[in-house]
Structures are given as structure tokens and as C-alpha cells.
């Protein structure tokens, strides 16, 4: 450690003794390497114990500790104090969900979300017997929907989304990819049964295509990127229906 | 208190966790699950699993290969026969994930790719690219959500179990956003809570890998085997602790002393293999026990290199070239840059030993039941007996999967033939520990809870770390017993009921209390040296005569555990010289 130190801003609230969100301040030693989670974790074991936040692996994959740095949805584990350093840093709970405690949202809503687009393989036929082995999947086919299949769930694209902020029941951006990356899967037949929620108003046409939760993803999944595919597929079925009605 | 009547009960859910209420929900269709996590489930630390998961699909290798590298990497401390039914299942498993969507790397016609690992004669580690576990997690995650019968409690915090007639009959957990408590009466339990790496100070694990399950189970009269087992692996970064995988040396990556210096082949893995060309159980591949203890060794000689974050050798992947390093470890590059500001395909990665990985654990037998009537134990928190002295990368994940499936098939076999208890003394024993969790709540104490945490690994990294002596681990149990004296003084300063993560801390550092506690002891009585326990004091060899013994640790609350020893399973592999390099040639001709 340096003598050199940095100021922390946090947006408390526990919703048992405050009335609303307060700022507190904190001051923490300095060092380049050290993350906003470590900072966090410095205050919590040597300042206040009471603050509270999530997190765990410390390596950007389980999607825990993600918050408002500055203003900007970050994870606080691949965020540095050297980015902000001499500048005061202010750490708020993620914009656009209600917050539980301190820097802990509500994730009800979101997890609701991912839960409701059927997020798992639906076969052609009854499932394929072990004994057949695995599906034939080239790289080619992979490269169709990999990307989409990197989110962690981390939930900053919610509160970067202006219009997830306007509309709760917007699908919104890491489901839409999700759905996106299962009916990209060459061996998944469940695309009909997933296009009707594609279709929804709340589905894909909710979204005003501002672009900023593929700024914000800390994974490179480009979300915006799935949803205006599922645009195409969507218009698609609209004129398929105009001609074919149910 | 909420009172909810369950089947199965599941803690945990990670990879094994999620197999096994998948396993029930699908086969057991009447069966109601209650899948219980502390995270919502995508945050387990399966997630951070990079290399892969072993099943045999060439048609050069054979069971019979994963068999003897798997005992022979365990140093002979393996159960032979659940070691057996493991390589059978492994990829029969592995692609039951793949029906489910695991985007496994594929070759150019579209079958499954495999990788080498360390200690593997053949290539036979499935991946998706560097990240194996955050797929495989999030493919289970996703599935689960197919099935109405699992009832999920996220963020739910386990208290205790609650055992009545020598059964255990459910569990008391905390939901940690309301701080309600609620009685999960249950016919099973399965348990699946993971590792408990954060005993130690500089690990590859994440906060939650705290040994819960392996306590709660532990204090429970469950024996934990093989406790001194722990696994550093050899490339983690330094001062985080941040795992580089396994996989890197798989696809050819070296690791080098501060001369530039391939010294894996001074210390019986050689000779060295020409750059690019990595050949299975030989330098690099060598297991990670070995590859670990090298490090400490060049450290002695004073070959490592000195940096503000400690000691550390590197480990080139510069020779890859940038679309190998892109398609087969884009998520090495990115840590690598983000967390200690080196380009791989640039700059060679500094890397030092960190715990990894508990081989010990929740004696269980071949069939994930424990001495607990009804309470079955799988994955990390467990020991099925599969790892020995010392564990393969790449058999944990196809652990996760072959396991997960059985425990729950005999979980739910034994929950259709099983009564609920009555639940009146199901509900004083919940009552009861309501009351001893608001007691500690209430703590109001001088000892501050994140230094004995610190003092905690600290004790364990200097006493039961990669080399241990009689002196070293008799300091540590010392300790140990100080700072759990020092536990009942703690001071919780947050007294509130929502989201109360300082409290959750708290219990947390109980269980990681009794689980070093657990390992220091079983450390110290065994007089030898056998994979990952390593002494160098006058028990430097390996001891088949009295420790070809697993060891089981009783918990004693506030006295030393007590140590017992029985056997091992031995079906068809002798115990011999364990060889690597060139010996390992020789050895088979």
C-alpha cells in the first residue's frame, strides 16, 4: 500500500433505519491494481462493516457485483480505481432496478425475465437417446449464436436500457440475447414457440435500438446486436402471417 | 416460522447441485425439489471453471487409461471402484450436457474437440473454449428452468440441518433478503455446497466457497475424509489468486524460472519437449501437485522472480500466436490484461501456486450416501473417493455431472420410500437454532471478524500449505484453536435483518473455522508423504504400510477433532512408483 488514498462515495440505504438513500464517504488507501470490489471489501472489513454488496469470484464470470460507478453500469470487480484516480469515485446500486439494501437491487424482475423465454434446448423429435452420442455442430454453426451465449447475467444492460427504465415489462436486452442465442442453435426446434414472445409489444419492438447495453457489457455479448436480428425474424413472421393467417 | 414440506432437498446449486434436481425433476416426475443457494445459481463457483471436463472419445484412449491415470495421479488413495463407474459414465454424461445445449468446442466436421490436461496419457478434457464451467453452469441453470417441480430458493442461506431419529429430516435456511427463517422439511438432502478454498489466503476461489456444506455435515458426527488433501493449483496470478487455466499448458503453454529456464525438467518431468510440441505427462503436463511443489523448490534456489505482488515464474503462451490464444483462451487473455496488465501474446503471464480445490471432504460411499441417514453429499463438498492424494484437472467437471446424476436417482429412490416425520420436534429443533443464529447475531465482542479471517489463511499458507513439517502444522493447529476461541468474542456490529451480509460473514467463518481445523489435524497425523501432502521432516516418502489409509475427521466442538483411518478400495491397481516424464516411458515398456 501507498500513503496515497482516494475518496469513495457510496449510496447507502437500509430500509429498516433510513428513510431514503443518503451518501456516505469513505476514504480508502490507494494502489492501482486494486478494484472498486476491493475497495468495497476494504471498507467493509476496516471502515463499516454494515456496508453491503454482492459479489464473489473476483474475475468477471459469476455476474454478482454489478453497480453504478460514476454513473456508468460497471462490475465492480473489472473496475479500477487507476480510472478514476485522484477523482472521488461514486458507487450507487444499479440504475433502473429497486434497491434492496445499500448497493443490493431487487433481481426478482430480471431473473423473471430469463426464466420466461424458455431458455433451453427444445429437440425436433423426443430426446435424442445418449447411446446416439453428440449433435453434429460445426464451428460455423457455433459461431451463429456463441456470442450470445456469453451473458452472465450480470444485469448492467437493465440499467443502462432507457427503455427498460420507462417499461418494467419490456423482455429487455440479456433475454432477448439469450432467447437469440437458442434459436440460433442449430440443434434447438423451439424457435415458433419463442418468436411469439419475440413478437409481443413488449417483446422486440419495445426497443428503440439506443445501443448502450452492448456499451455496457462487460462480455462483449452485444445484445442490441440480437435484438435487431430478431427484428428481421419478427418482420419476417408478420409477412409470413399477412399471407398465411393462423 | 414458514414451514415447507418437500421430497428432496438439494443445497447448493452449482454444477452438481442443478444435475441432481434436474436428474430427479425428469425421472421422478412426482417428486417435489427445493433447490436451495445462498447466490442465485449462475453466481456458483462452477462458474469460474476454465479448463474442461475429462471423458474418454478417441479411439486411442481407453477407460482402462483414464482408470490408471486417474488412480496413479491420486497417488493410489483413489476408491477404485467408484473410479471405475466414473470413467464409464464420464462422457456418456458430458454429452448428456451437450443434448442440453453445452456449446462444447467442436472440430471442423462438427464432433467434439478434446484438449490434453495434466496427468491425462491422452487428449480426452472436453471444453468450451476457457470457460468449461460458466457453460456448463449456465446450460444446467437454463435447463432446470424446464421443470416445474424444482422450487427454487435463491439467496437462501442453510443454518443447520435438522436430524431427528438418526434421519436427517430437513434443513433450517435464512432467506437473506427478508432475514426469515424457514423449516424446509425434507425425505433427503442432498448436499452440494462446494469447496472450501477460502481457508486459505491466496486461492483461485470465490467468496462463497466458504466449506459450509462440509461443516454443517461435519458437525453432524458425518466424517470428512482426506481433509489434508488440499490442491494448489500451479498457475494462479499473483496476490489475487486468479486462476489461469490448466488449459494453457494443455495447448502448449511453458512455464519458465527467471532465467528463462524450463525447470519442470529438473525435478523428473523432463526431458523438455520442444516448444509448441507438449506431449501428455511429460513438463507441462505433468499433475498439479508436482508442477506445485516445483515452484516452491526454484523459489528455495532462488530462480523465481520478485514482484510487487510476490514471488512468481511465468508461463509463456507467446508462441501460440494470437488467433490460437483468441479461439482457444480469449478469457486467459482478458484476465491476464485486466487483472495484472500483461498481453498474453505479448508478454509472458506471472503466475504462483494458489489453493485451488479440496480433494477431501463429506465421506460419502459409491453411491453419494453419507453415514447420515437420508443426507447424500456430491461435487466439491464431497468425498466420493474419485481424487485420491491428489487430483486431475478436468475430473472434477465430469465429476459434477456423473455424481449429480446419481445422487439424484438415490436421493429420490430413497424419498419415494420414506415417510415425512411428524413435525412437531422437527419445529422445536428449527426453534432452536432461530434462537442460537439470533444469539450470535447479537454478538457484541472485542474480536474483530476480518482479522481472524486474515490470521486464518495466513496460519493455514504457512503451516498446511504445498510443504509441511511436524513444527509447521503443530503452529497452525495452535492457531487455530486461538482464533476459534477468539470467534466466540466477535463483534456484529449490524443488527438488521435485510440483506445482513456482515452476519452471513460471520456464520461463514464458523464453518471455515472447523474446516481448517479439520484439515490441520488430519495433516498432522498423517506421518508420510502422498500427493498433495507433502512433509520435509522425517516422514519425506510415501508410507504404504500404515497410511495407504484414508483419514476421517470427527468433529469434537470445542476439542481437537479425532482421527481415524480405513481403507482404501483397491480393484485391480496396485500401488506403485508414480512416474511422470520419461520415467513414465520407461515404466510402460
Redesign the interface.
Same mark, same amino acid.
Given at each position: 500500500m501507498t500513503d496515497k488514498t482516494i475518496e469513495i462515495e457510496i449510496l447507502r440505504y437500509r430500509p429498516e433505519q433510513d428513510e431514503k438513500p443518503f451518501p456516505q464517504q469513505f476514504e480508502v488507501p490507494y494502489h492501482p491494481d486494486m478494484s472498486i470490489l476491493e475497495a468495497l471489501q476494504y471498507i467493509k472489513d476496516h471502515l463499516d462493516s454494515t456496508v453491503s454488496f454482492r459479489w464473489s469470484c473476483r474475475m468477471a464470470i459469476c455476474g454478482s457485483c454489478g453497480l453504478m460507478v460514476n454513473n456508468i453500469p460497471k462490475l465492480g470487480c473489472k473496475a479500477f480505481l487507476r480510472d478514476y484516480y485522484p477523482q472521488k469515485v461514486k458507487l450507487e446500486a444499479l440504475a433502473n432496478f429497486p434497491i434492496e439494501r445499500d448497493l443490493i437491487v431487487v433481481m426478482d424482475d430480471f431473473i423473471k425475465k430469463l426464466e420466461e423465454i424458455k431458455p433451453y434446448i427444445i429437440p425436433e423429435s423426443d430426446d435424442k437417446c445418449l447411446s446416439e452420442g453428440t449433435y453434429k455442430q460445426t464451428p460455423e454453426q457455433m459461431e451463429k449464436y456463441a456470442k450470445f451465449s456469453m451473458c452472465i447475467n450480470c444485469g448492467l444492460c437493465y440499467s443502462a436500457c432507457p427503455q427498460y427504465g420507462l417499461d418494467k415489462n419490456f423482455t429487455g436486452p440479456a433475454a432477448l440475447a439469450l432467447l437469440a442465442r437458442y434459436n440460433r442453435d442449430s440443434r434447438d426446434a423451439g424457435s415458433a414457440e419463442r418468436m411469439k414472445i419475440v413478437n409481443q409489444e413488449q417483446g422486440v419492438w419495445s426497443c428503440t435500438f439506443v445501443g448502450y447495453c452492448s456499451v455496457v457489457c462487460p462480455k462483449g455479448v452485444d445484445p442490441a446486436a440480437a435484438i435487431q436480428l430478431l427484428k428481421v425474424e419478427s418482420s419476417k413472421d408478420y409477412l409470413i402471417g399477412m399471407f398465411k393467417p393462423d | 416460522m414458514q414451514i415447507i414440506k418437500t421430497d428432496v432437498a438439494i443445497i447448493g446449486a452449482g454444477g452438481s447441485g442443478l444435475r441432481a434436481a434436474i436428474e430427479i425433476a425428469e425421472n421422478y416426475p412426482q417428486l417435489d425439489v427445493a433447490l436451495i443457494s445462498k447466490? $442465485?445459481p449462475?453466481?456458483? =463457483?462452477t462458474?469460474?471453471a476454465e479448463g474442461g471436463a475429462a471423458g474418454v472419445v478417441q479411439d486411442s484412449d481407453s477407460l482402462d487409461q483414464h482408470f490408471d491415470d486417474t488412480v496413479s495421479g491420486g497417488d493410489w488413495l483413489c476408491e477404485q471402484d467408484v473410479v471405475q463407474y466414473f470413467v464409464e459414465n464420464a462422457a /456418456?454424461q458430458l454429452?448428456?450436457l *451437450? =443434448?442440453?445445449?453445452c456449446?462444447?468446442s467442436?472440430k471442423? %466436421?462438427? !464432433?467434439?474437440n478434446v484438449r490434453a490436461f495434466g496427468g491425462m496419457k491422452k487428449e480426452r478434457t472436453w471444453f468450451a473454449a476457457d470457460?468449461s464451467g460458466? =457453460?456448463i453452469l =449456465?446450460t444446467l441453470f437454463?435447463?432446470s @428452468? /424446464?421443470h416445474p417441480k424444482i422450487t427454487r430458493f %435463491?439467496e437462501h442461506f442453510c443454518l443447520d440441518l435438522v436430524v431427528e431419529n438418526n434421519k436427517i429430516q430437513g434443513v433450517v435456511i435464512l432467506d437473506i433478503?427478508e432475514g426469515e427463517a424457514k423449516l424446509i422439511q425434507a425425505k433427503s438432502v442432498i448436499m452440494a455446497t462446494g469447496g472450501a478454498g477460502r481457508v486459505y489466503t491466496y486461492n483461485t476461489n470465490?467468496?462463497?466457497v466458504t466449506g459450509d456444506g462440509m461443516s454443517l455435515a461435519y458437525r453432524h458426527g458425518v466424517a470428512l475424509r482426506d481433509m489434508e488433501f488440499i490442491q494448489y493449483h500451479p498457475t494462479g496470478l499473483p496476490?489475487?489468486g486468479? @486462476?489461469m487455466t490448466e488449459g494453457c499448458r494443455g495447448e502448449g503453454g511453458v512455464l519458465i524460472n527467471k532465467n528463462g529456464y524450463r525447470y519442470l525438467q529438473d525435478y523428473g518431468l523432463g526431458p523438455e519437449t520442444p516448444l509448441g510440441q507438449p506431449k501428455n505427462k511429460h513438463m507441462e503436463l505433468g499433475p498439479r501437485d508436482k508442477i506445485s511443489q516445483c515452484f516452491w523448490q526454484e523459489q528455495q534456489k532462488g530462480n523465481v522472480i520478485t514482484g510487487d505482488?510476490g514471488d512468481v515464474v511465468y508461463l509463456d503462451l507467446r508462441h501460440l500466436g494470437e488467433t490460437k490464444i483468441n479461439e482457444r483462451l480469449p478469457?486467459i487473455r *482478458? @484476465?491476464a490484461k485486466? $487483472?495484472v496488465g500483461v498481453d498474453p501474446v505479448h508478454e509472458p503471464i506471472p503466475v504462483r501456486p494458489t489453493v485451488h480445490y479440496t480433494m477431501g471432504g463429506i465421506t460419502t460411499n459409491a453411491k453419494t450416501e453419507t453415514s447420515l441417514t437420508g443426507l447424500y453429499a456430491i461435487g466439491e463438498c464431497a468425498s466420493v473417493g474419485l481424487h485420491g492424494a491428489n487430483r486431475l484437472g478436468s475430473n472434477s467437471l465430469s465429476e459434477l455431472a456423473v455424481f449429480g446424476q446419481l445422487a439424484g436417482q438415490q436421493a429420490a429412490e430413497y424419498a419415494q420410500q420414506a415417510e415425512h416425520h411428524t413435525i412437531k420436534p422437527l419445529q422445536e429443533k428449527a426453534q432452536k437454532i432461530i434462537a442460537r443464529t439470533e444469539a450470535l447475531l447479537h454478538s457484541n465482542g472485542n474480536e474483530k471478524?476480518?482479522d481472524i479471517r486474515q490470521e486464518m489463511g495466513d496460519c493455514m499458507e504457512e503451516g498446511v500449505g504445498i510443504y509441511r513439517t511436524q513444527t509447521s502444522m503443530q503452529k497452525t493447529i495452535d492457531k487455530l484453536a486461538e482464533l476459534k476461541a477468539r470467534y466466540k468474542h466477535i463483534n456484529? !456490529? %449490524?443488527k438488521?435483518?435485510?440483506? !445482513?451480509? *456482515?452476519f452471513l460473514y460471520a456464520i461463514e467463518l464458523g464453518y471455515l473455522l472447523d474446516t481448517a481445523e479439520a484439515i490441520a489435524h488430519s495433516a498432522i497425523a498423517r506421518q508420510e508423504s502422498r500427493g498433495s501432502h507433502q512433509r520435509i521432516d522425517e516422514f519425506n516418502t510415501r508410507n504404504d504400510v500404515h497410511f495407504l489409509k484414508h483419514s476421517l475427521a470427527y468433529y469434537q466442538a470445542d476439542k481437537a477433532p479425532i482421527i481415524k483411518y480405513s481403507d482404501v478400495t483397491i480393484t485391480k491397481s496396485q500401488p506403485a512408483e508414480r512416474v511422470y516424464g520419461a520415467a513414465s516411458e520407461t515404466k510402460e515398456k
Open positions: - | 447466490v $442465485y449462475m453466481r456458483s =463457483h462458474v469460474a /456418456k454429452t448428456q *451437450e =443434448h442440453w445445449g456449446p462444447w467442436r471442423a %466436421d462438427g !464432433n467434439i470457460k460458466f =457453460h =449456465h437454463q435447463t @428452468l /424446464k %435463491d433478503a470465490g467468496g462463497i496476490g489475487s486468479i @486462476l505482488r478469457f *482478458e @484476465l485486466a $487483472y471478524m476480518a456484529i !456490529n %449490524d438488521s435483518s435485510v440483506f !445482513n451480509t *456482515e
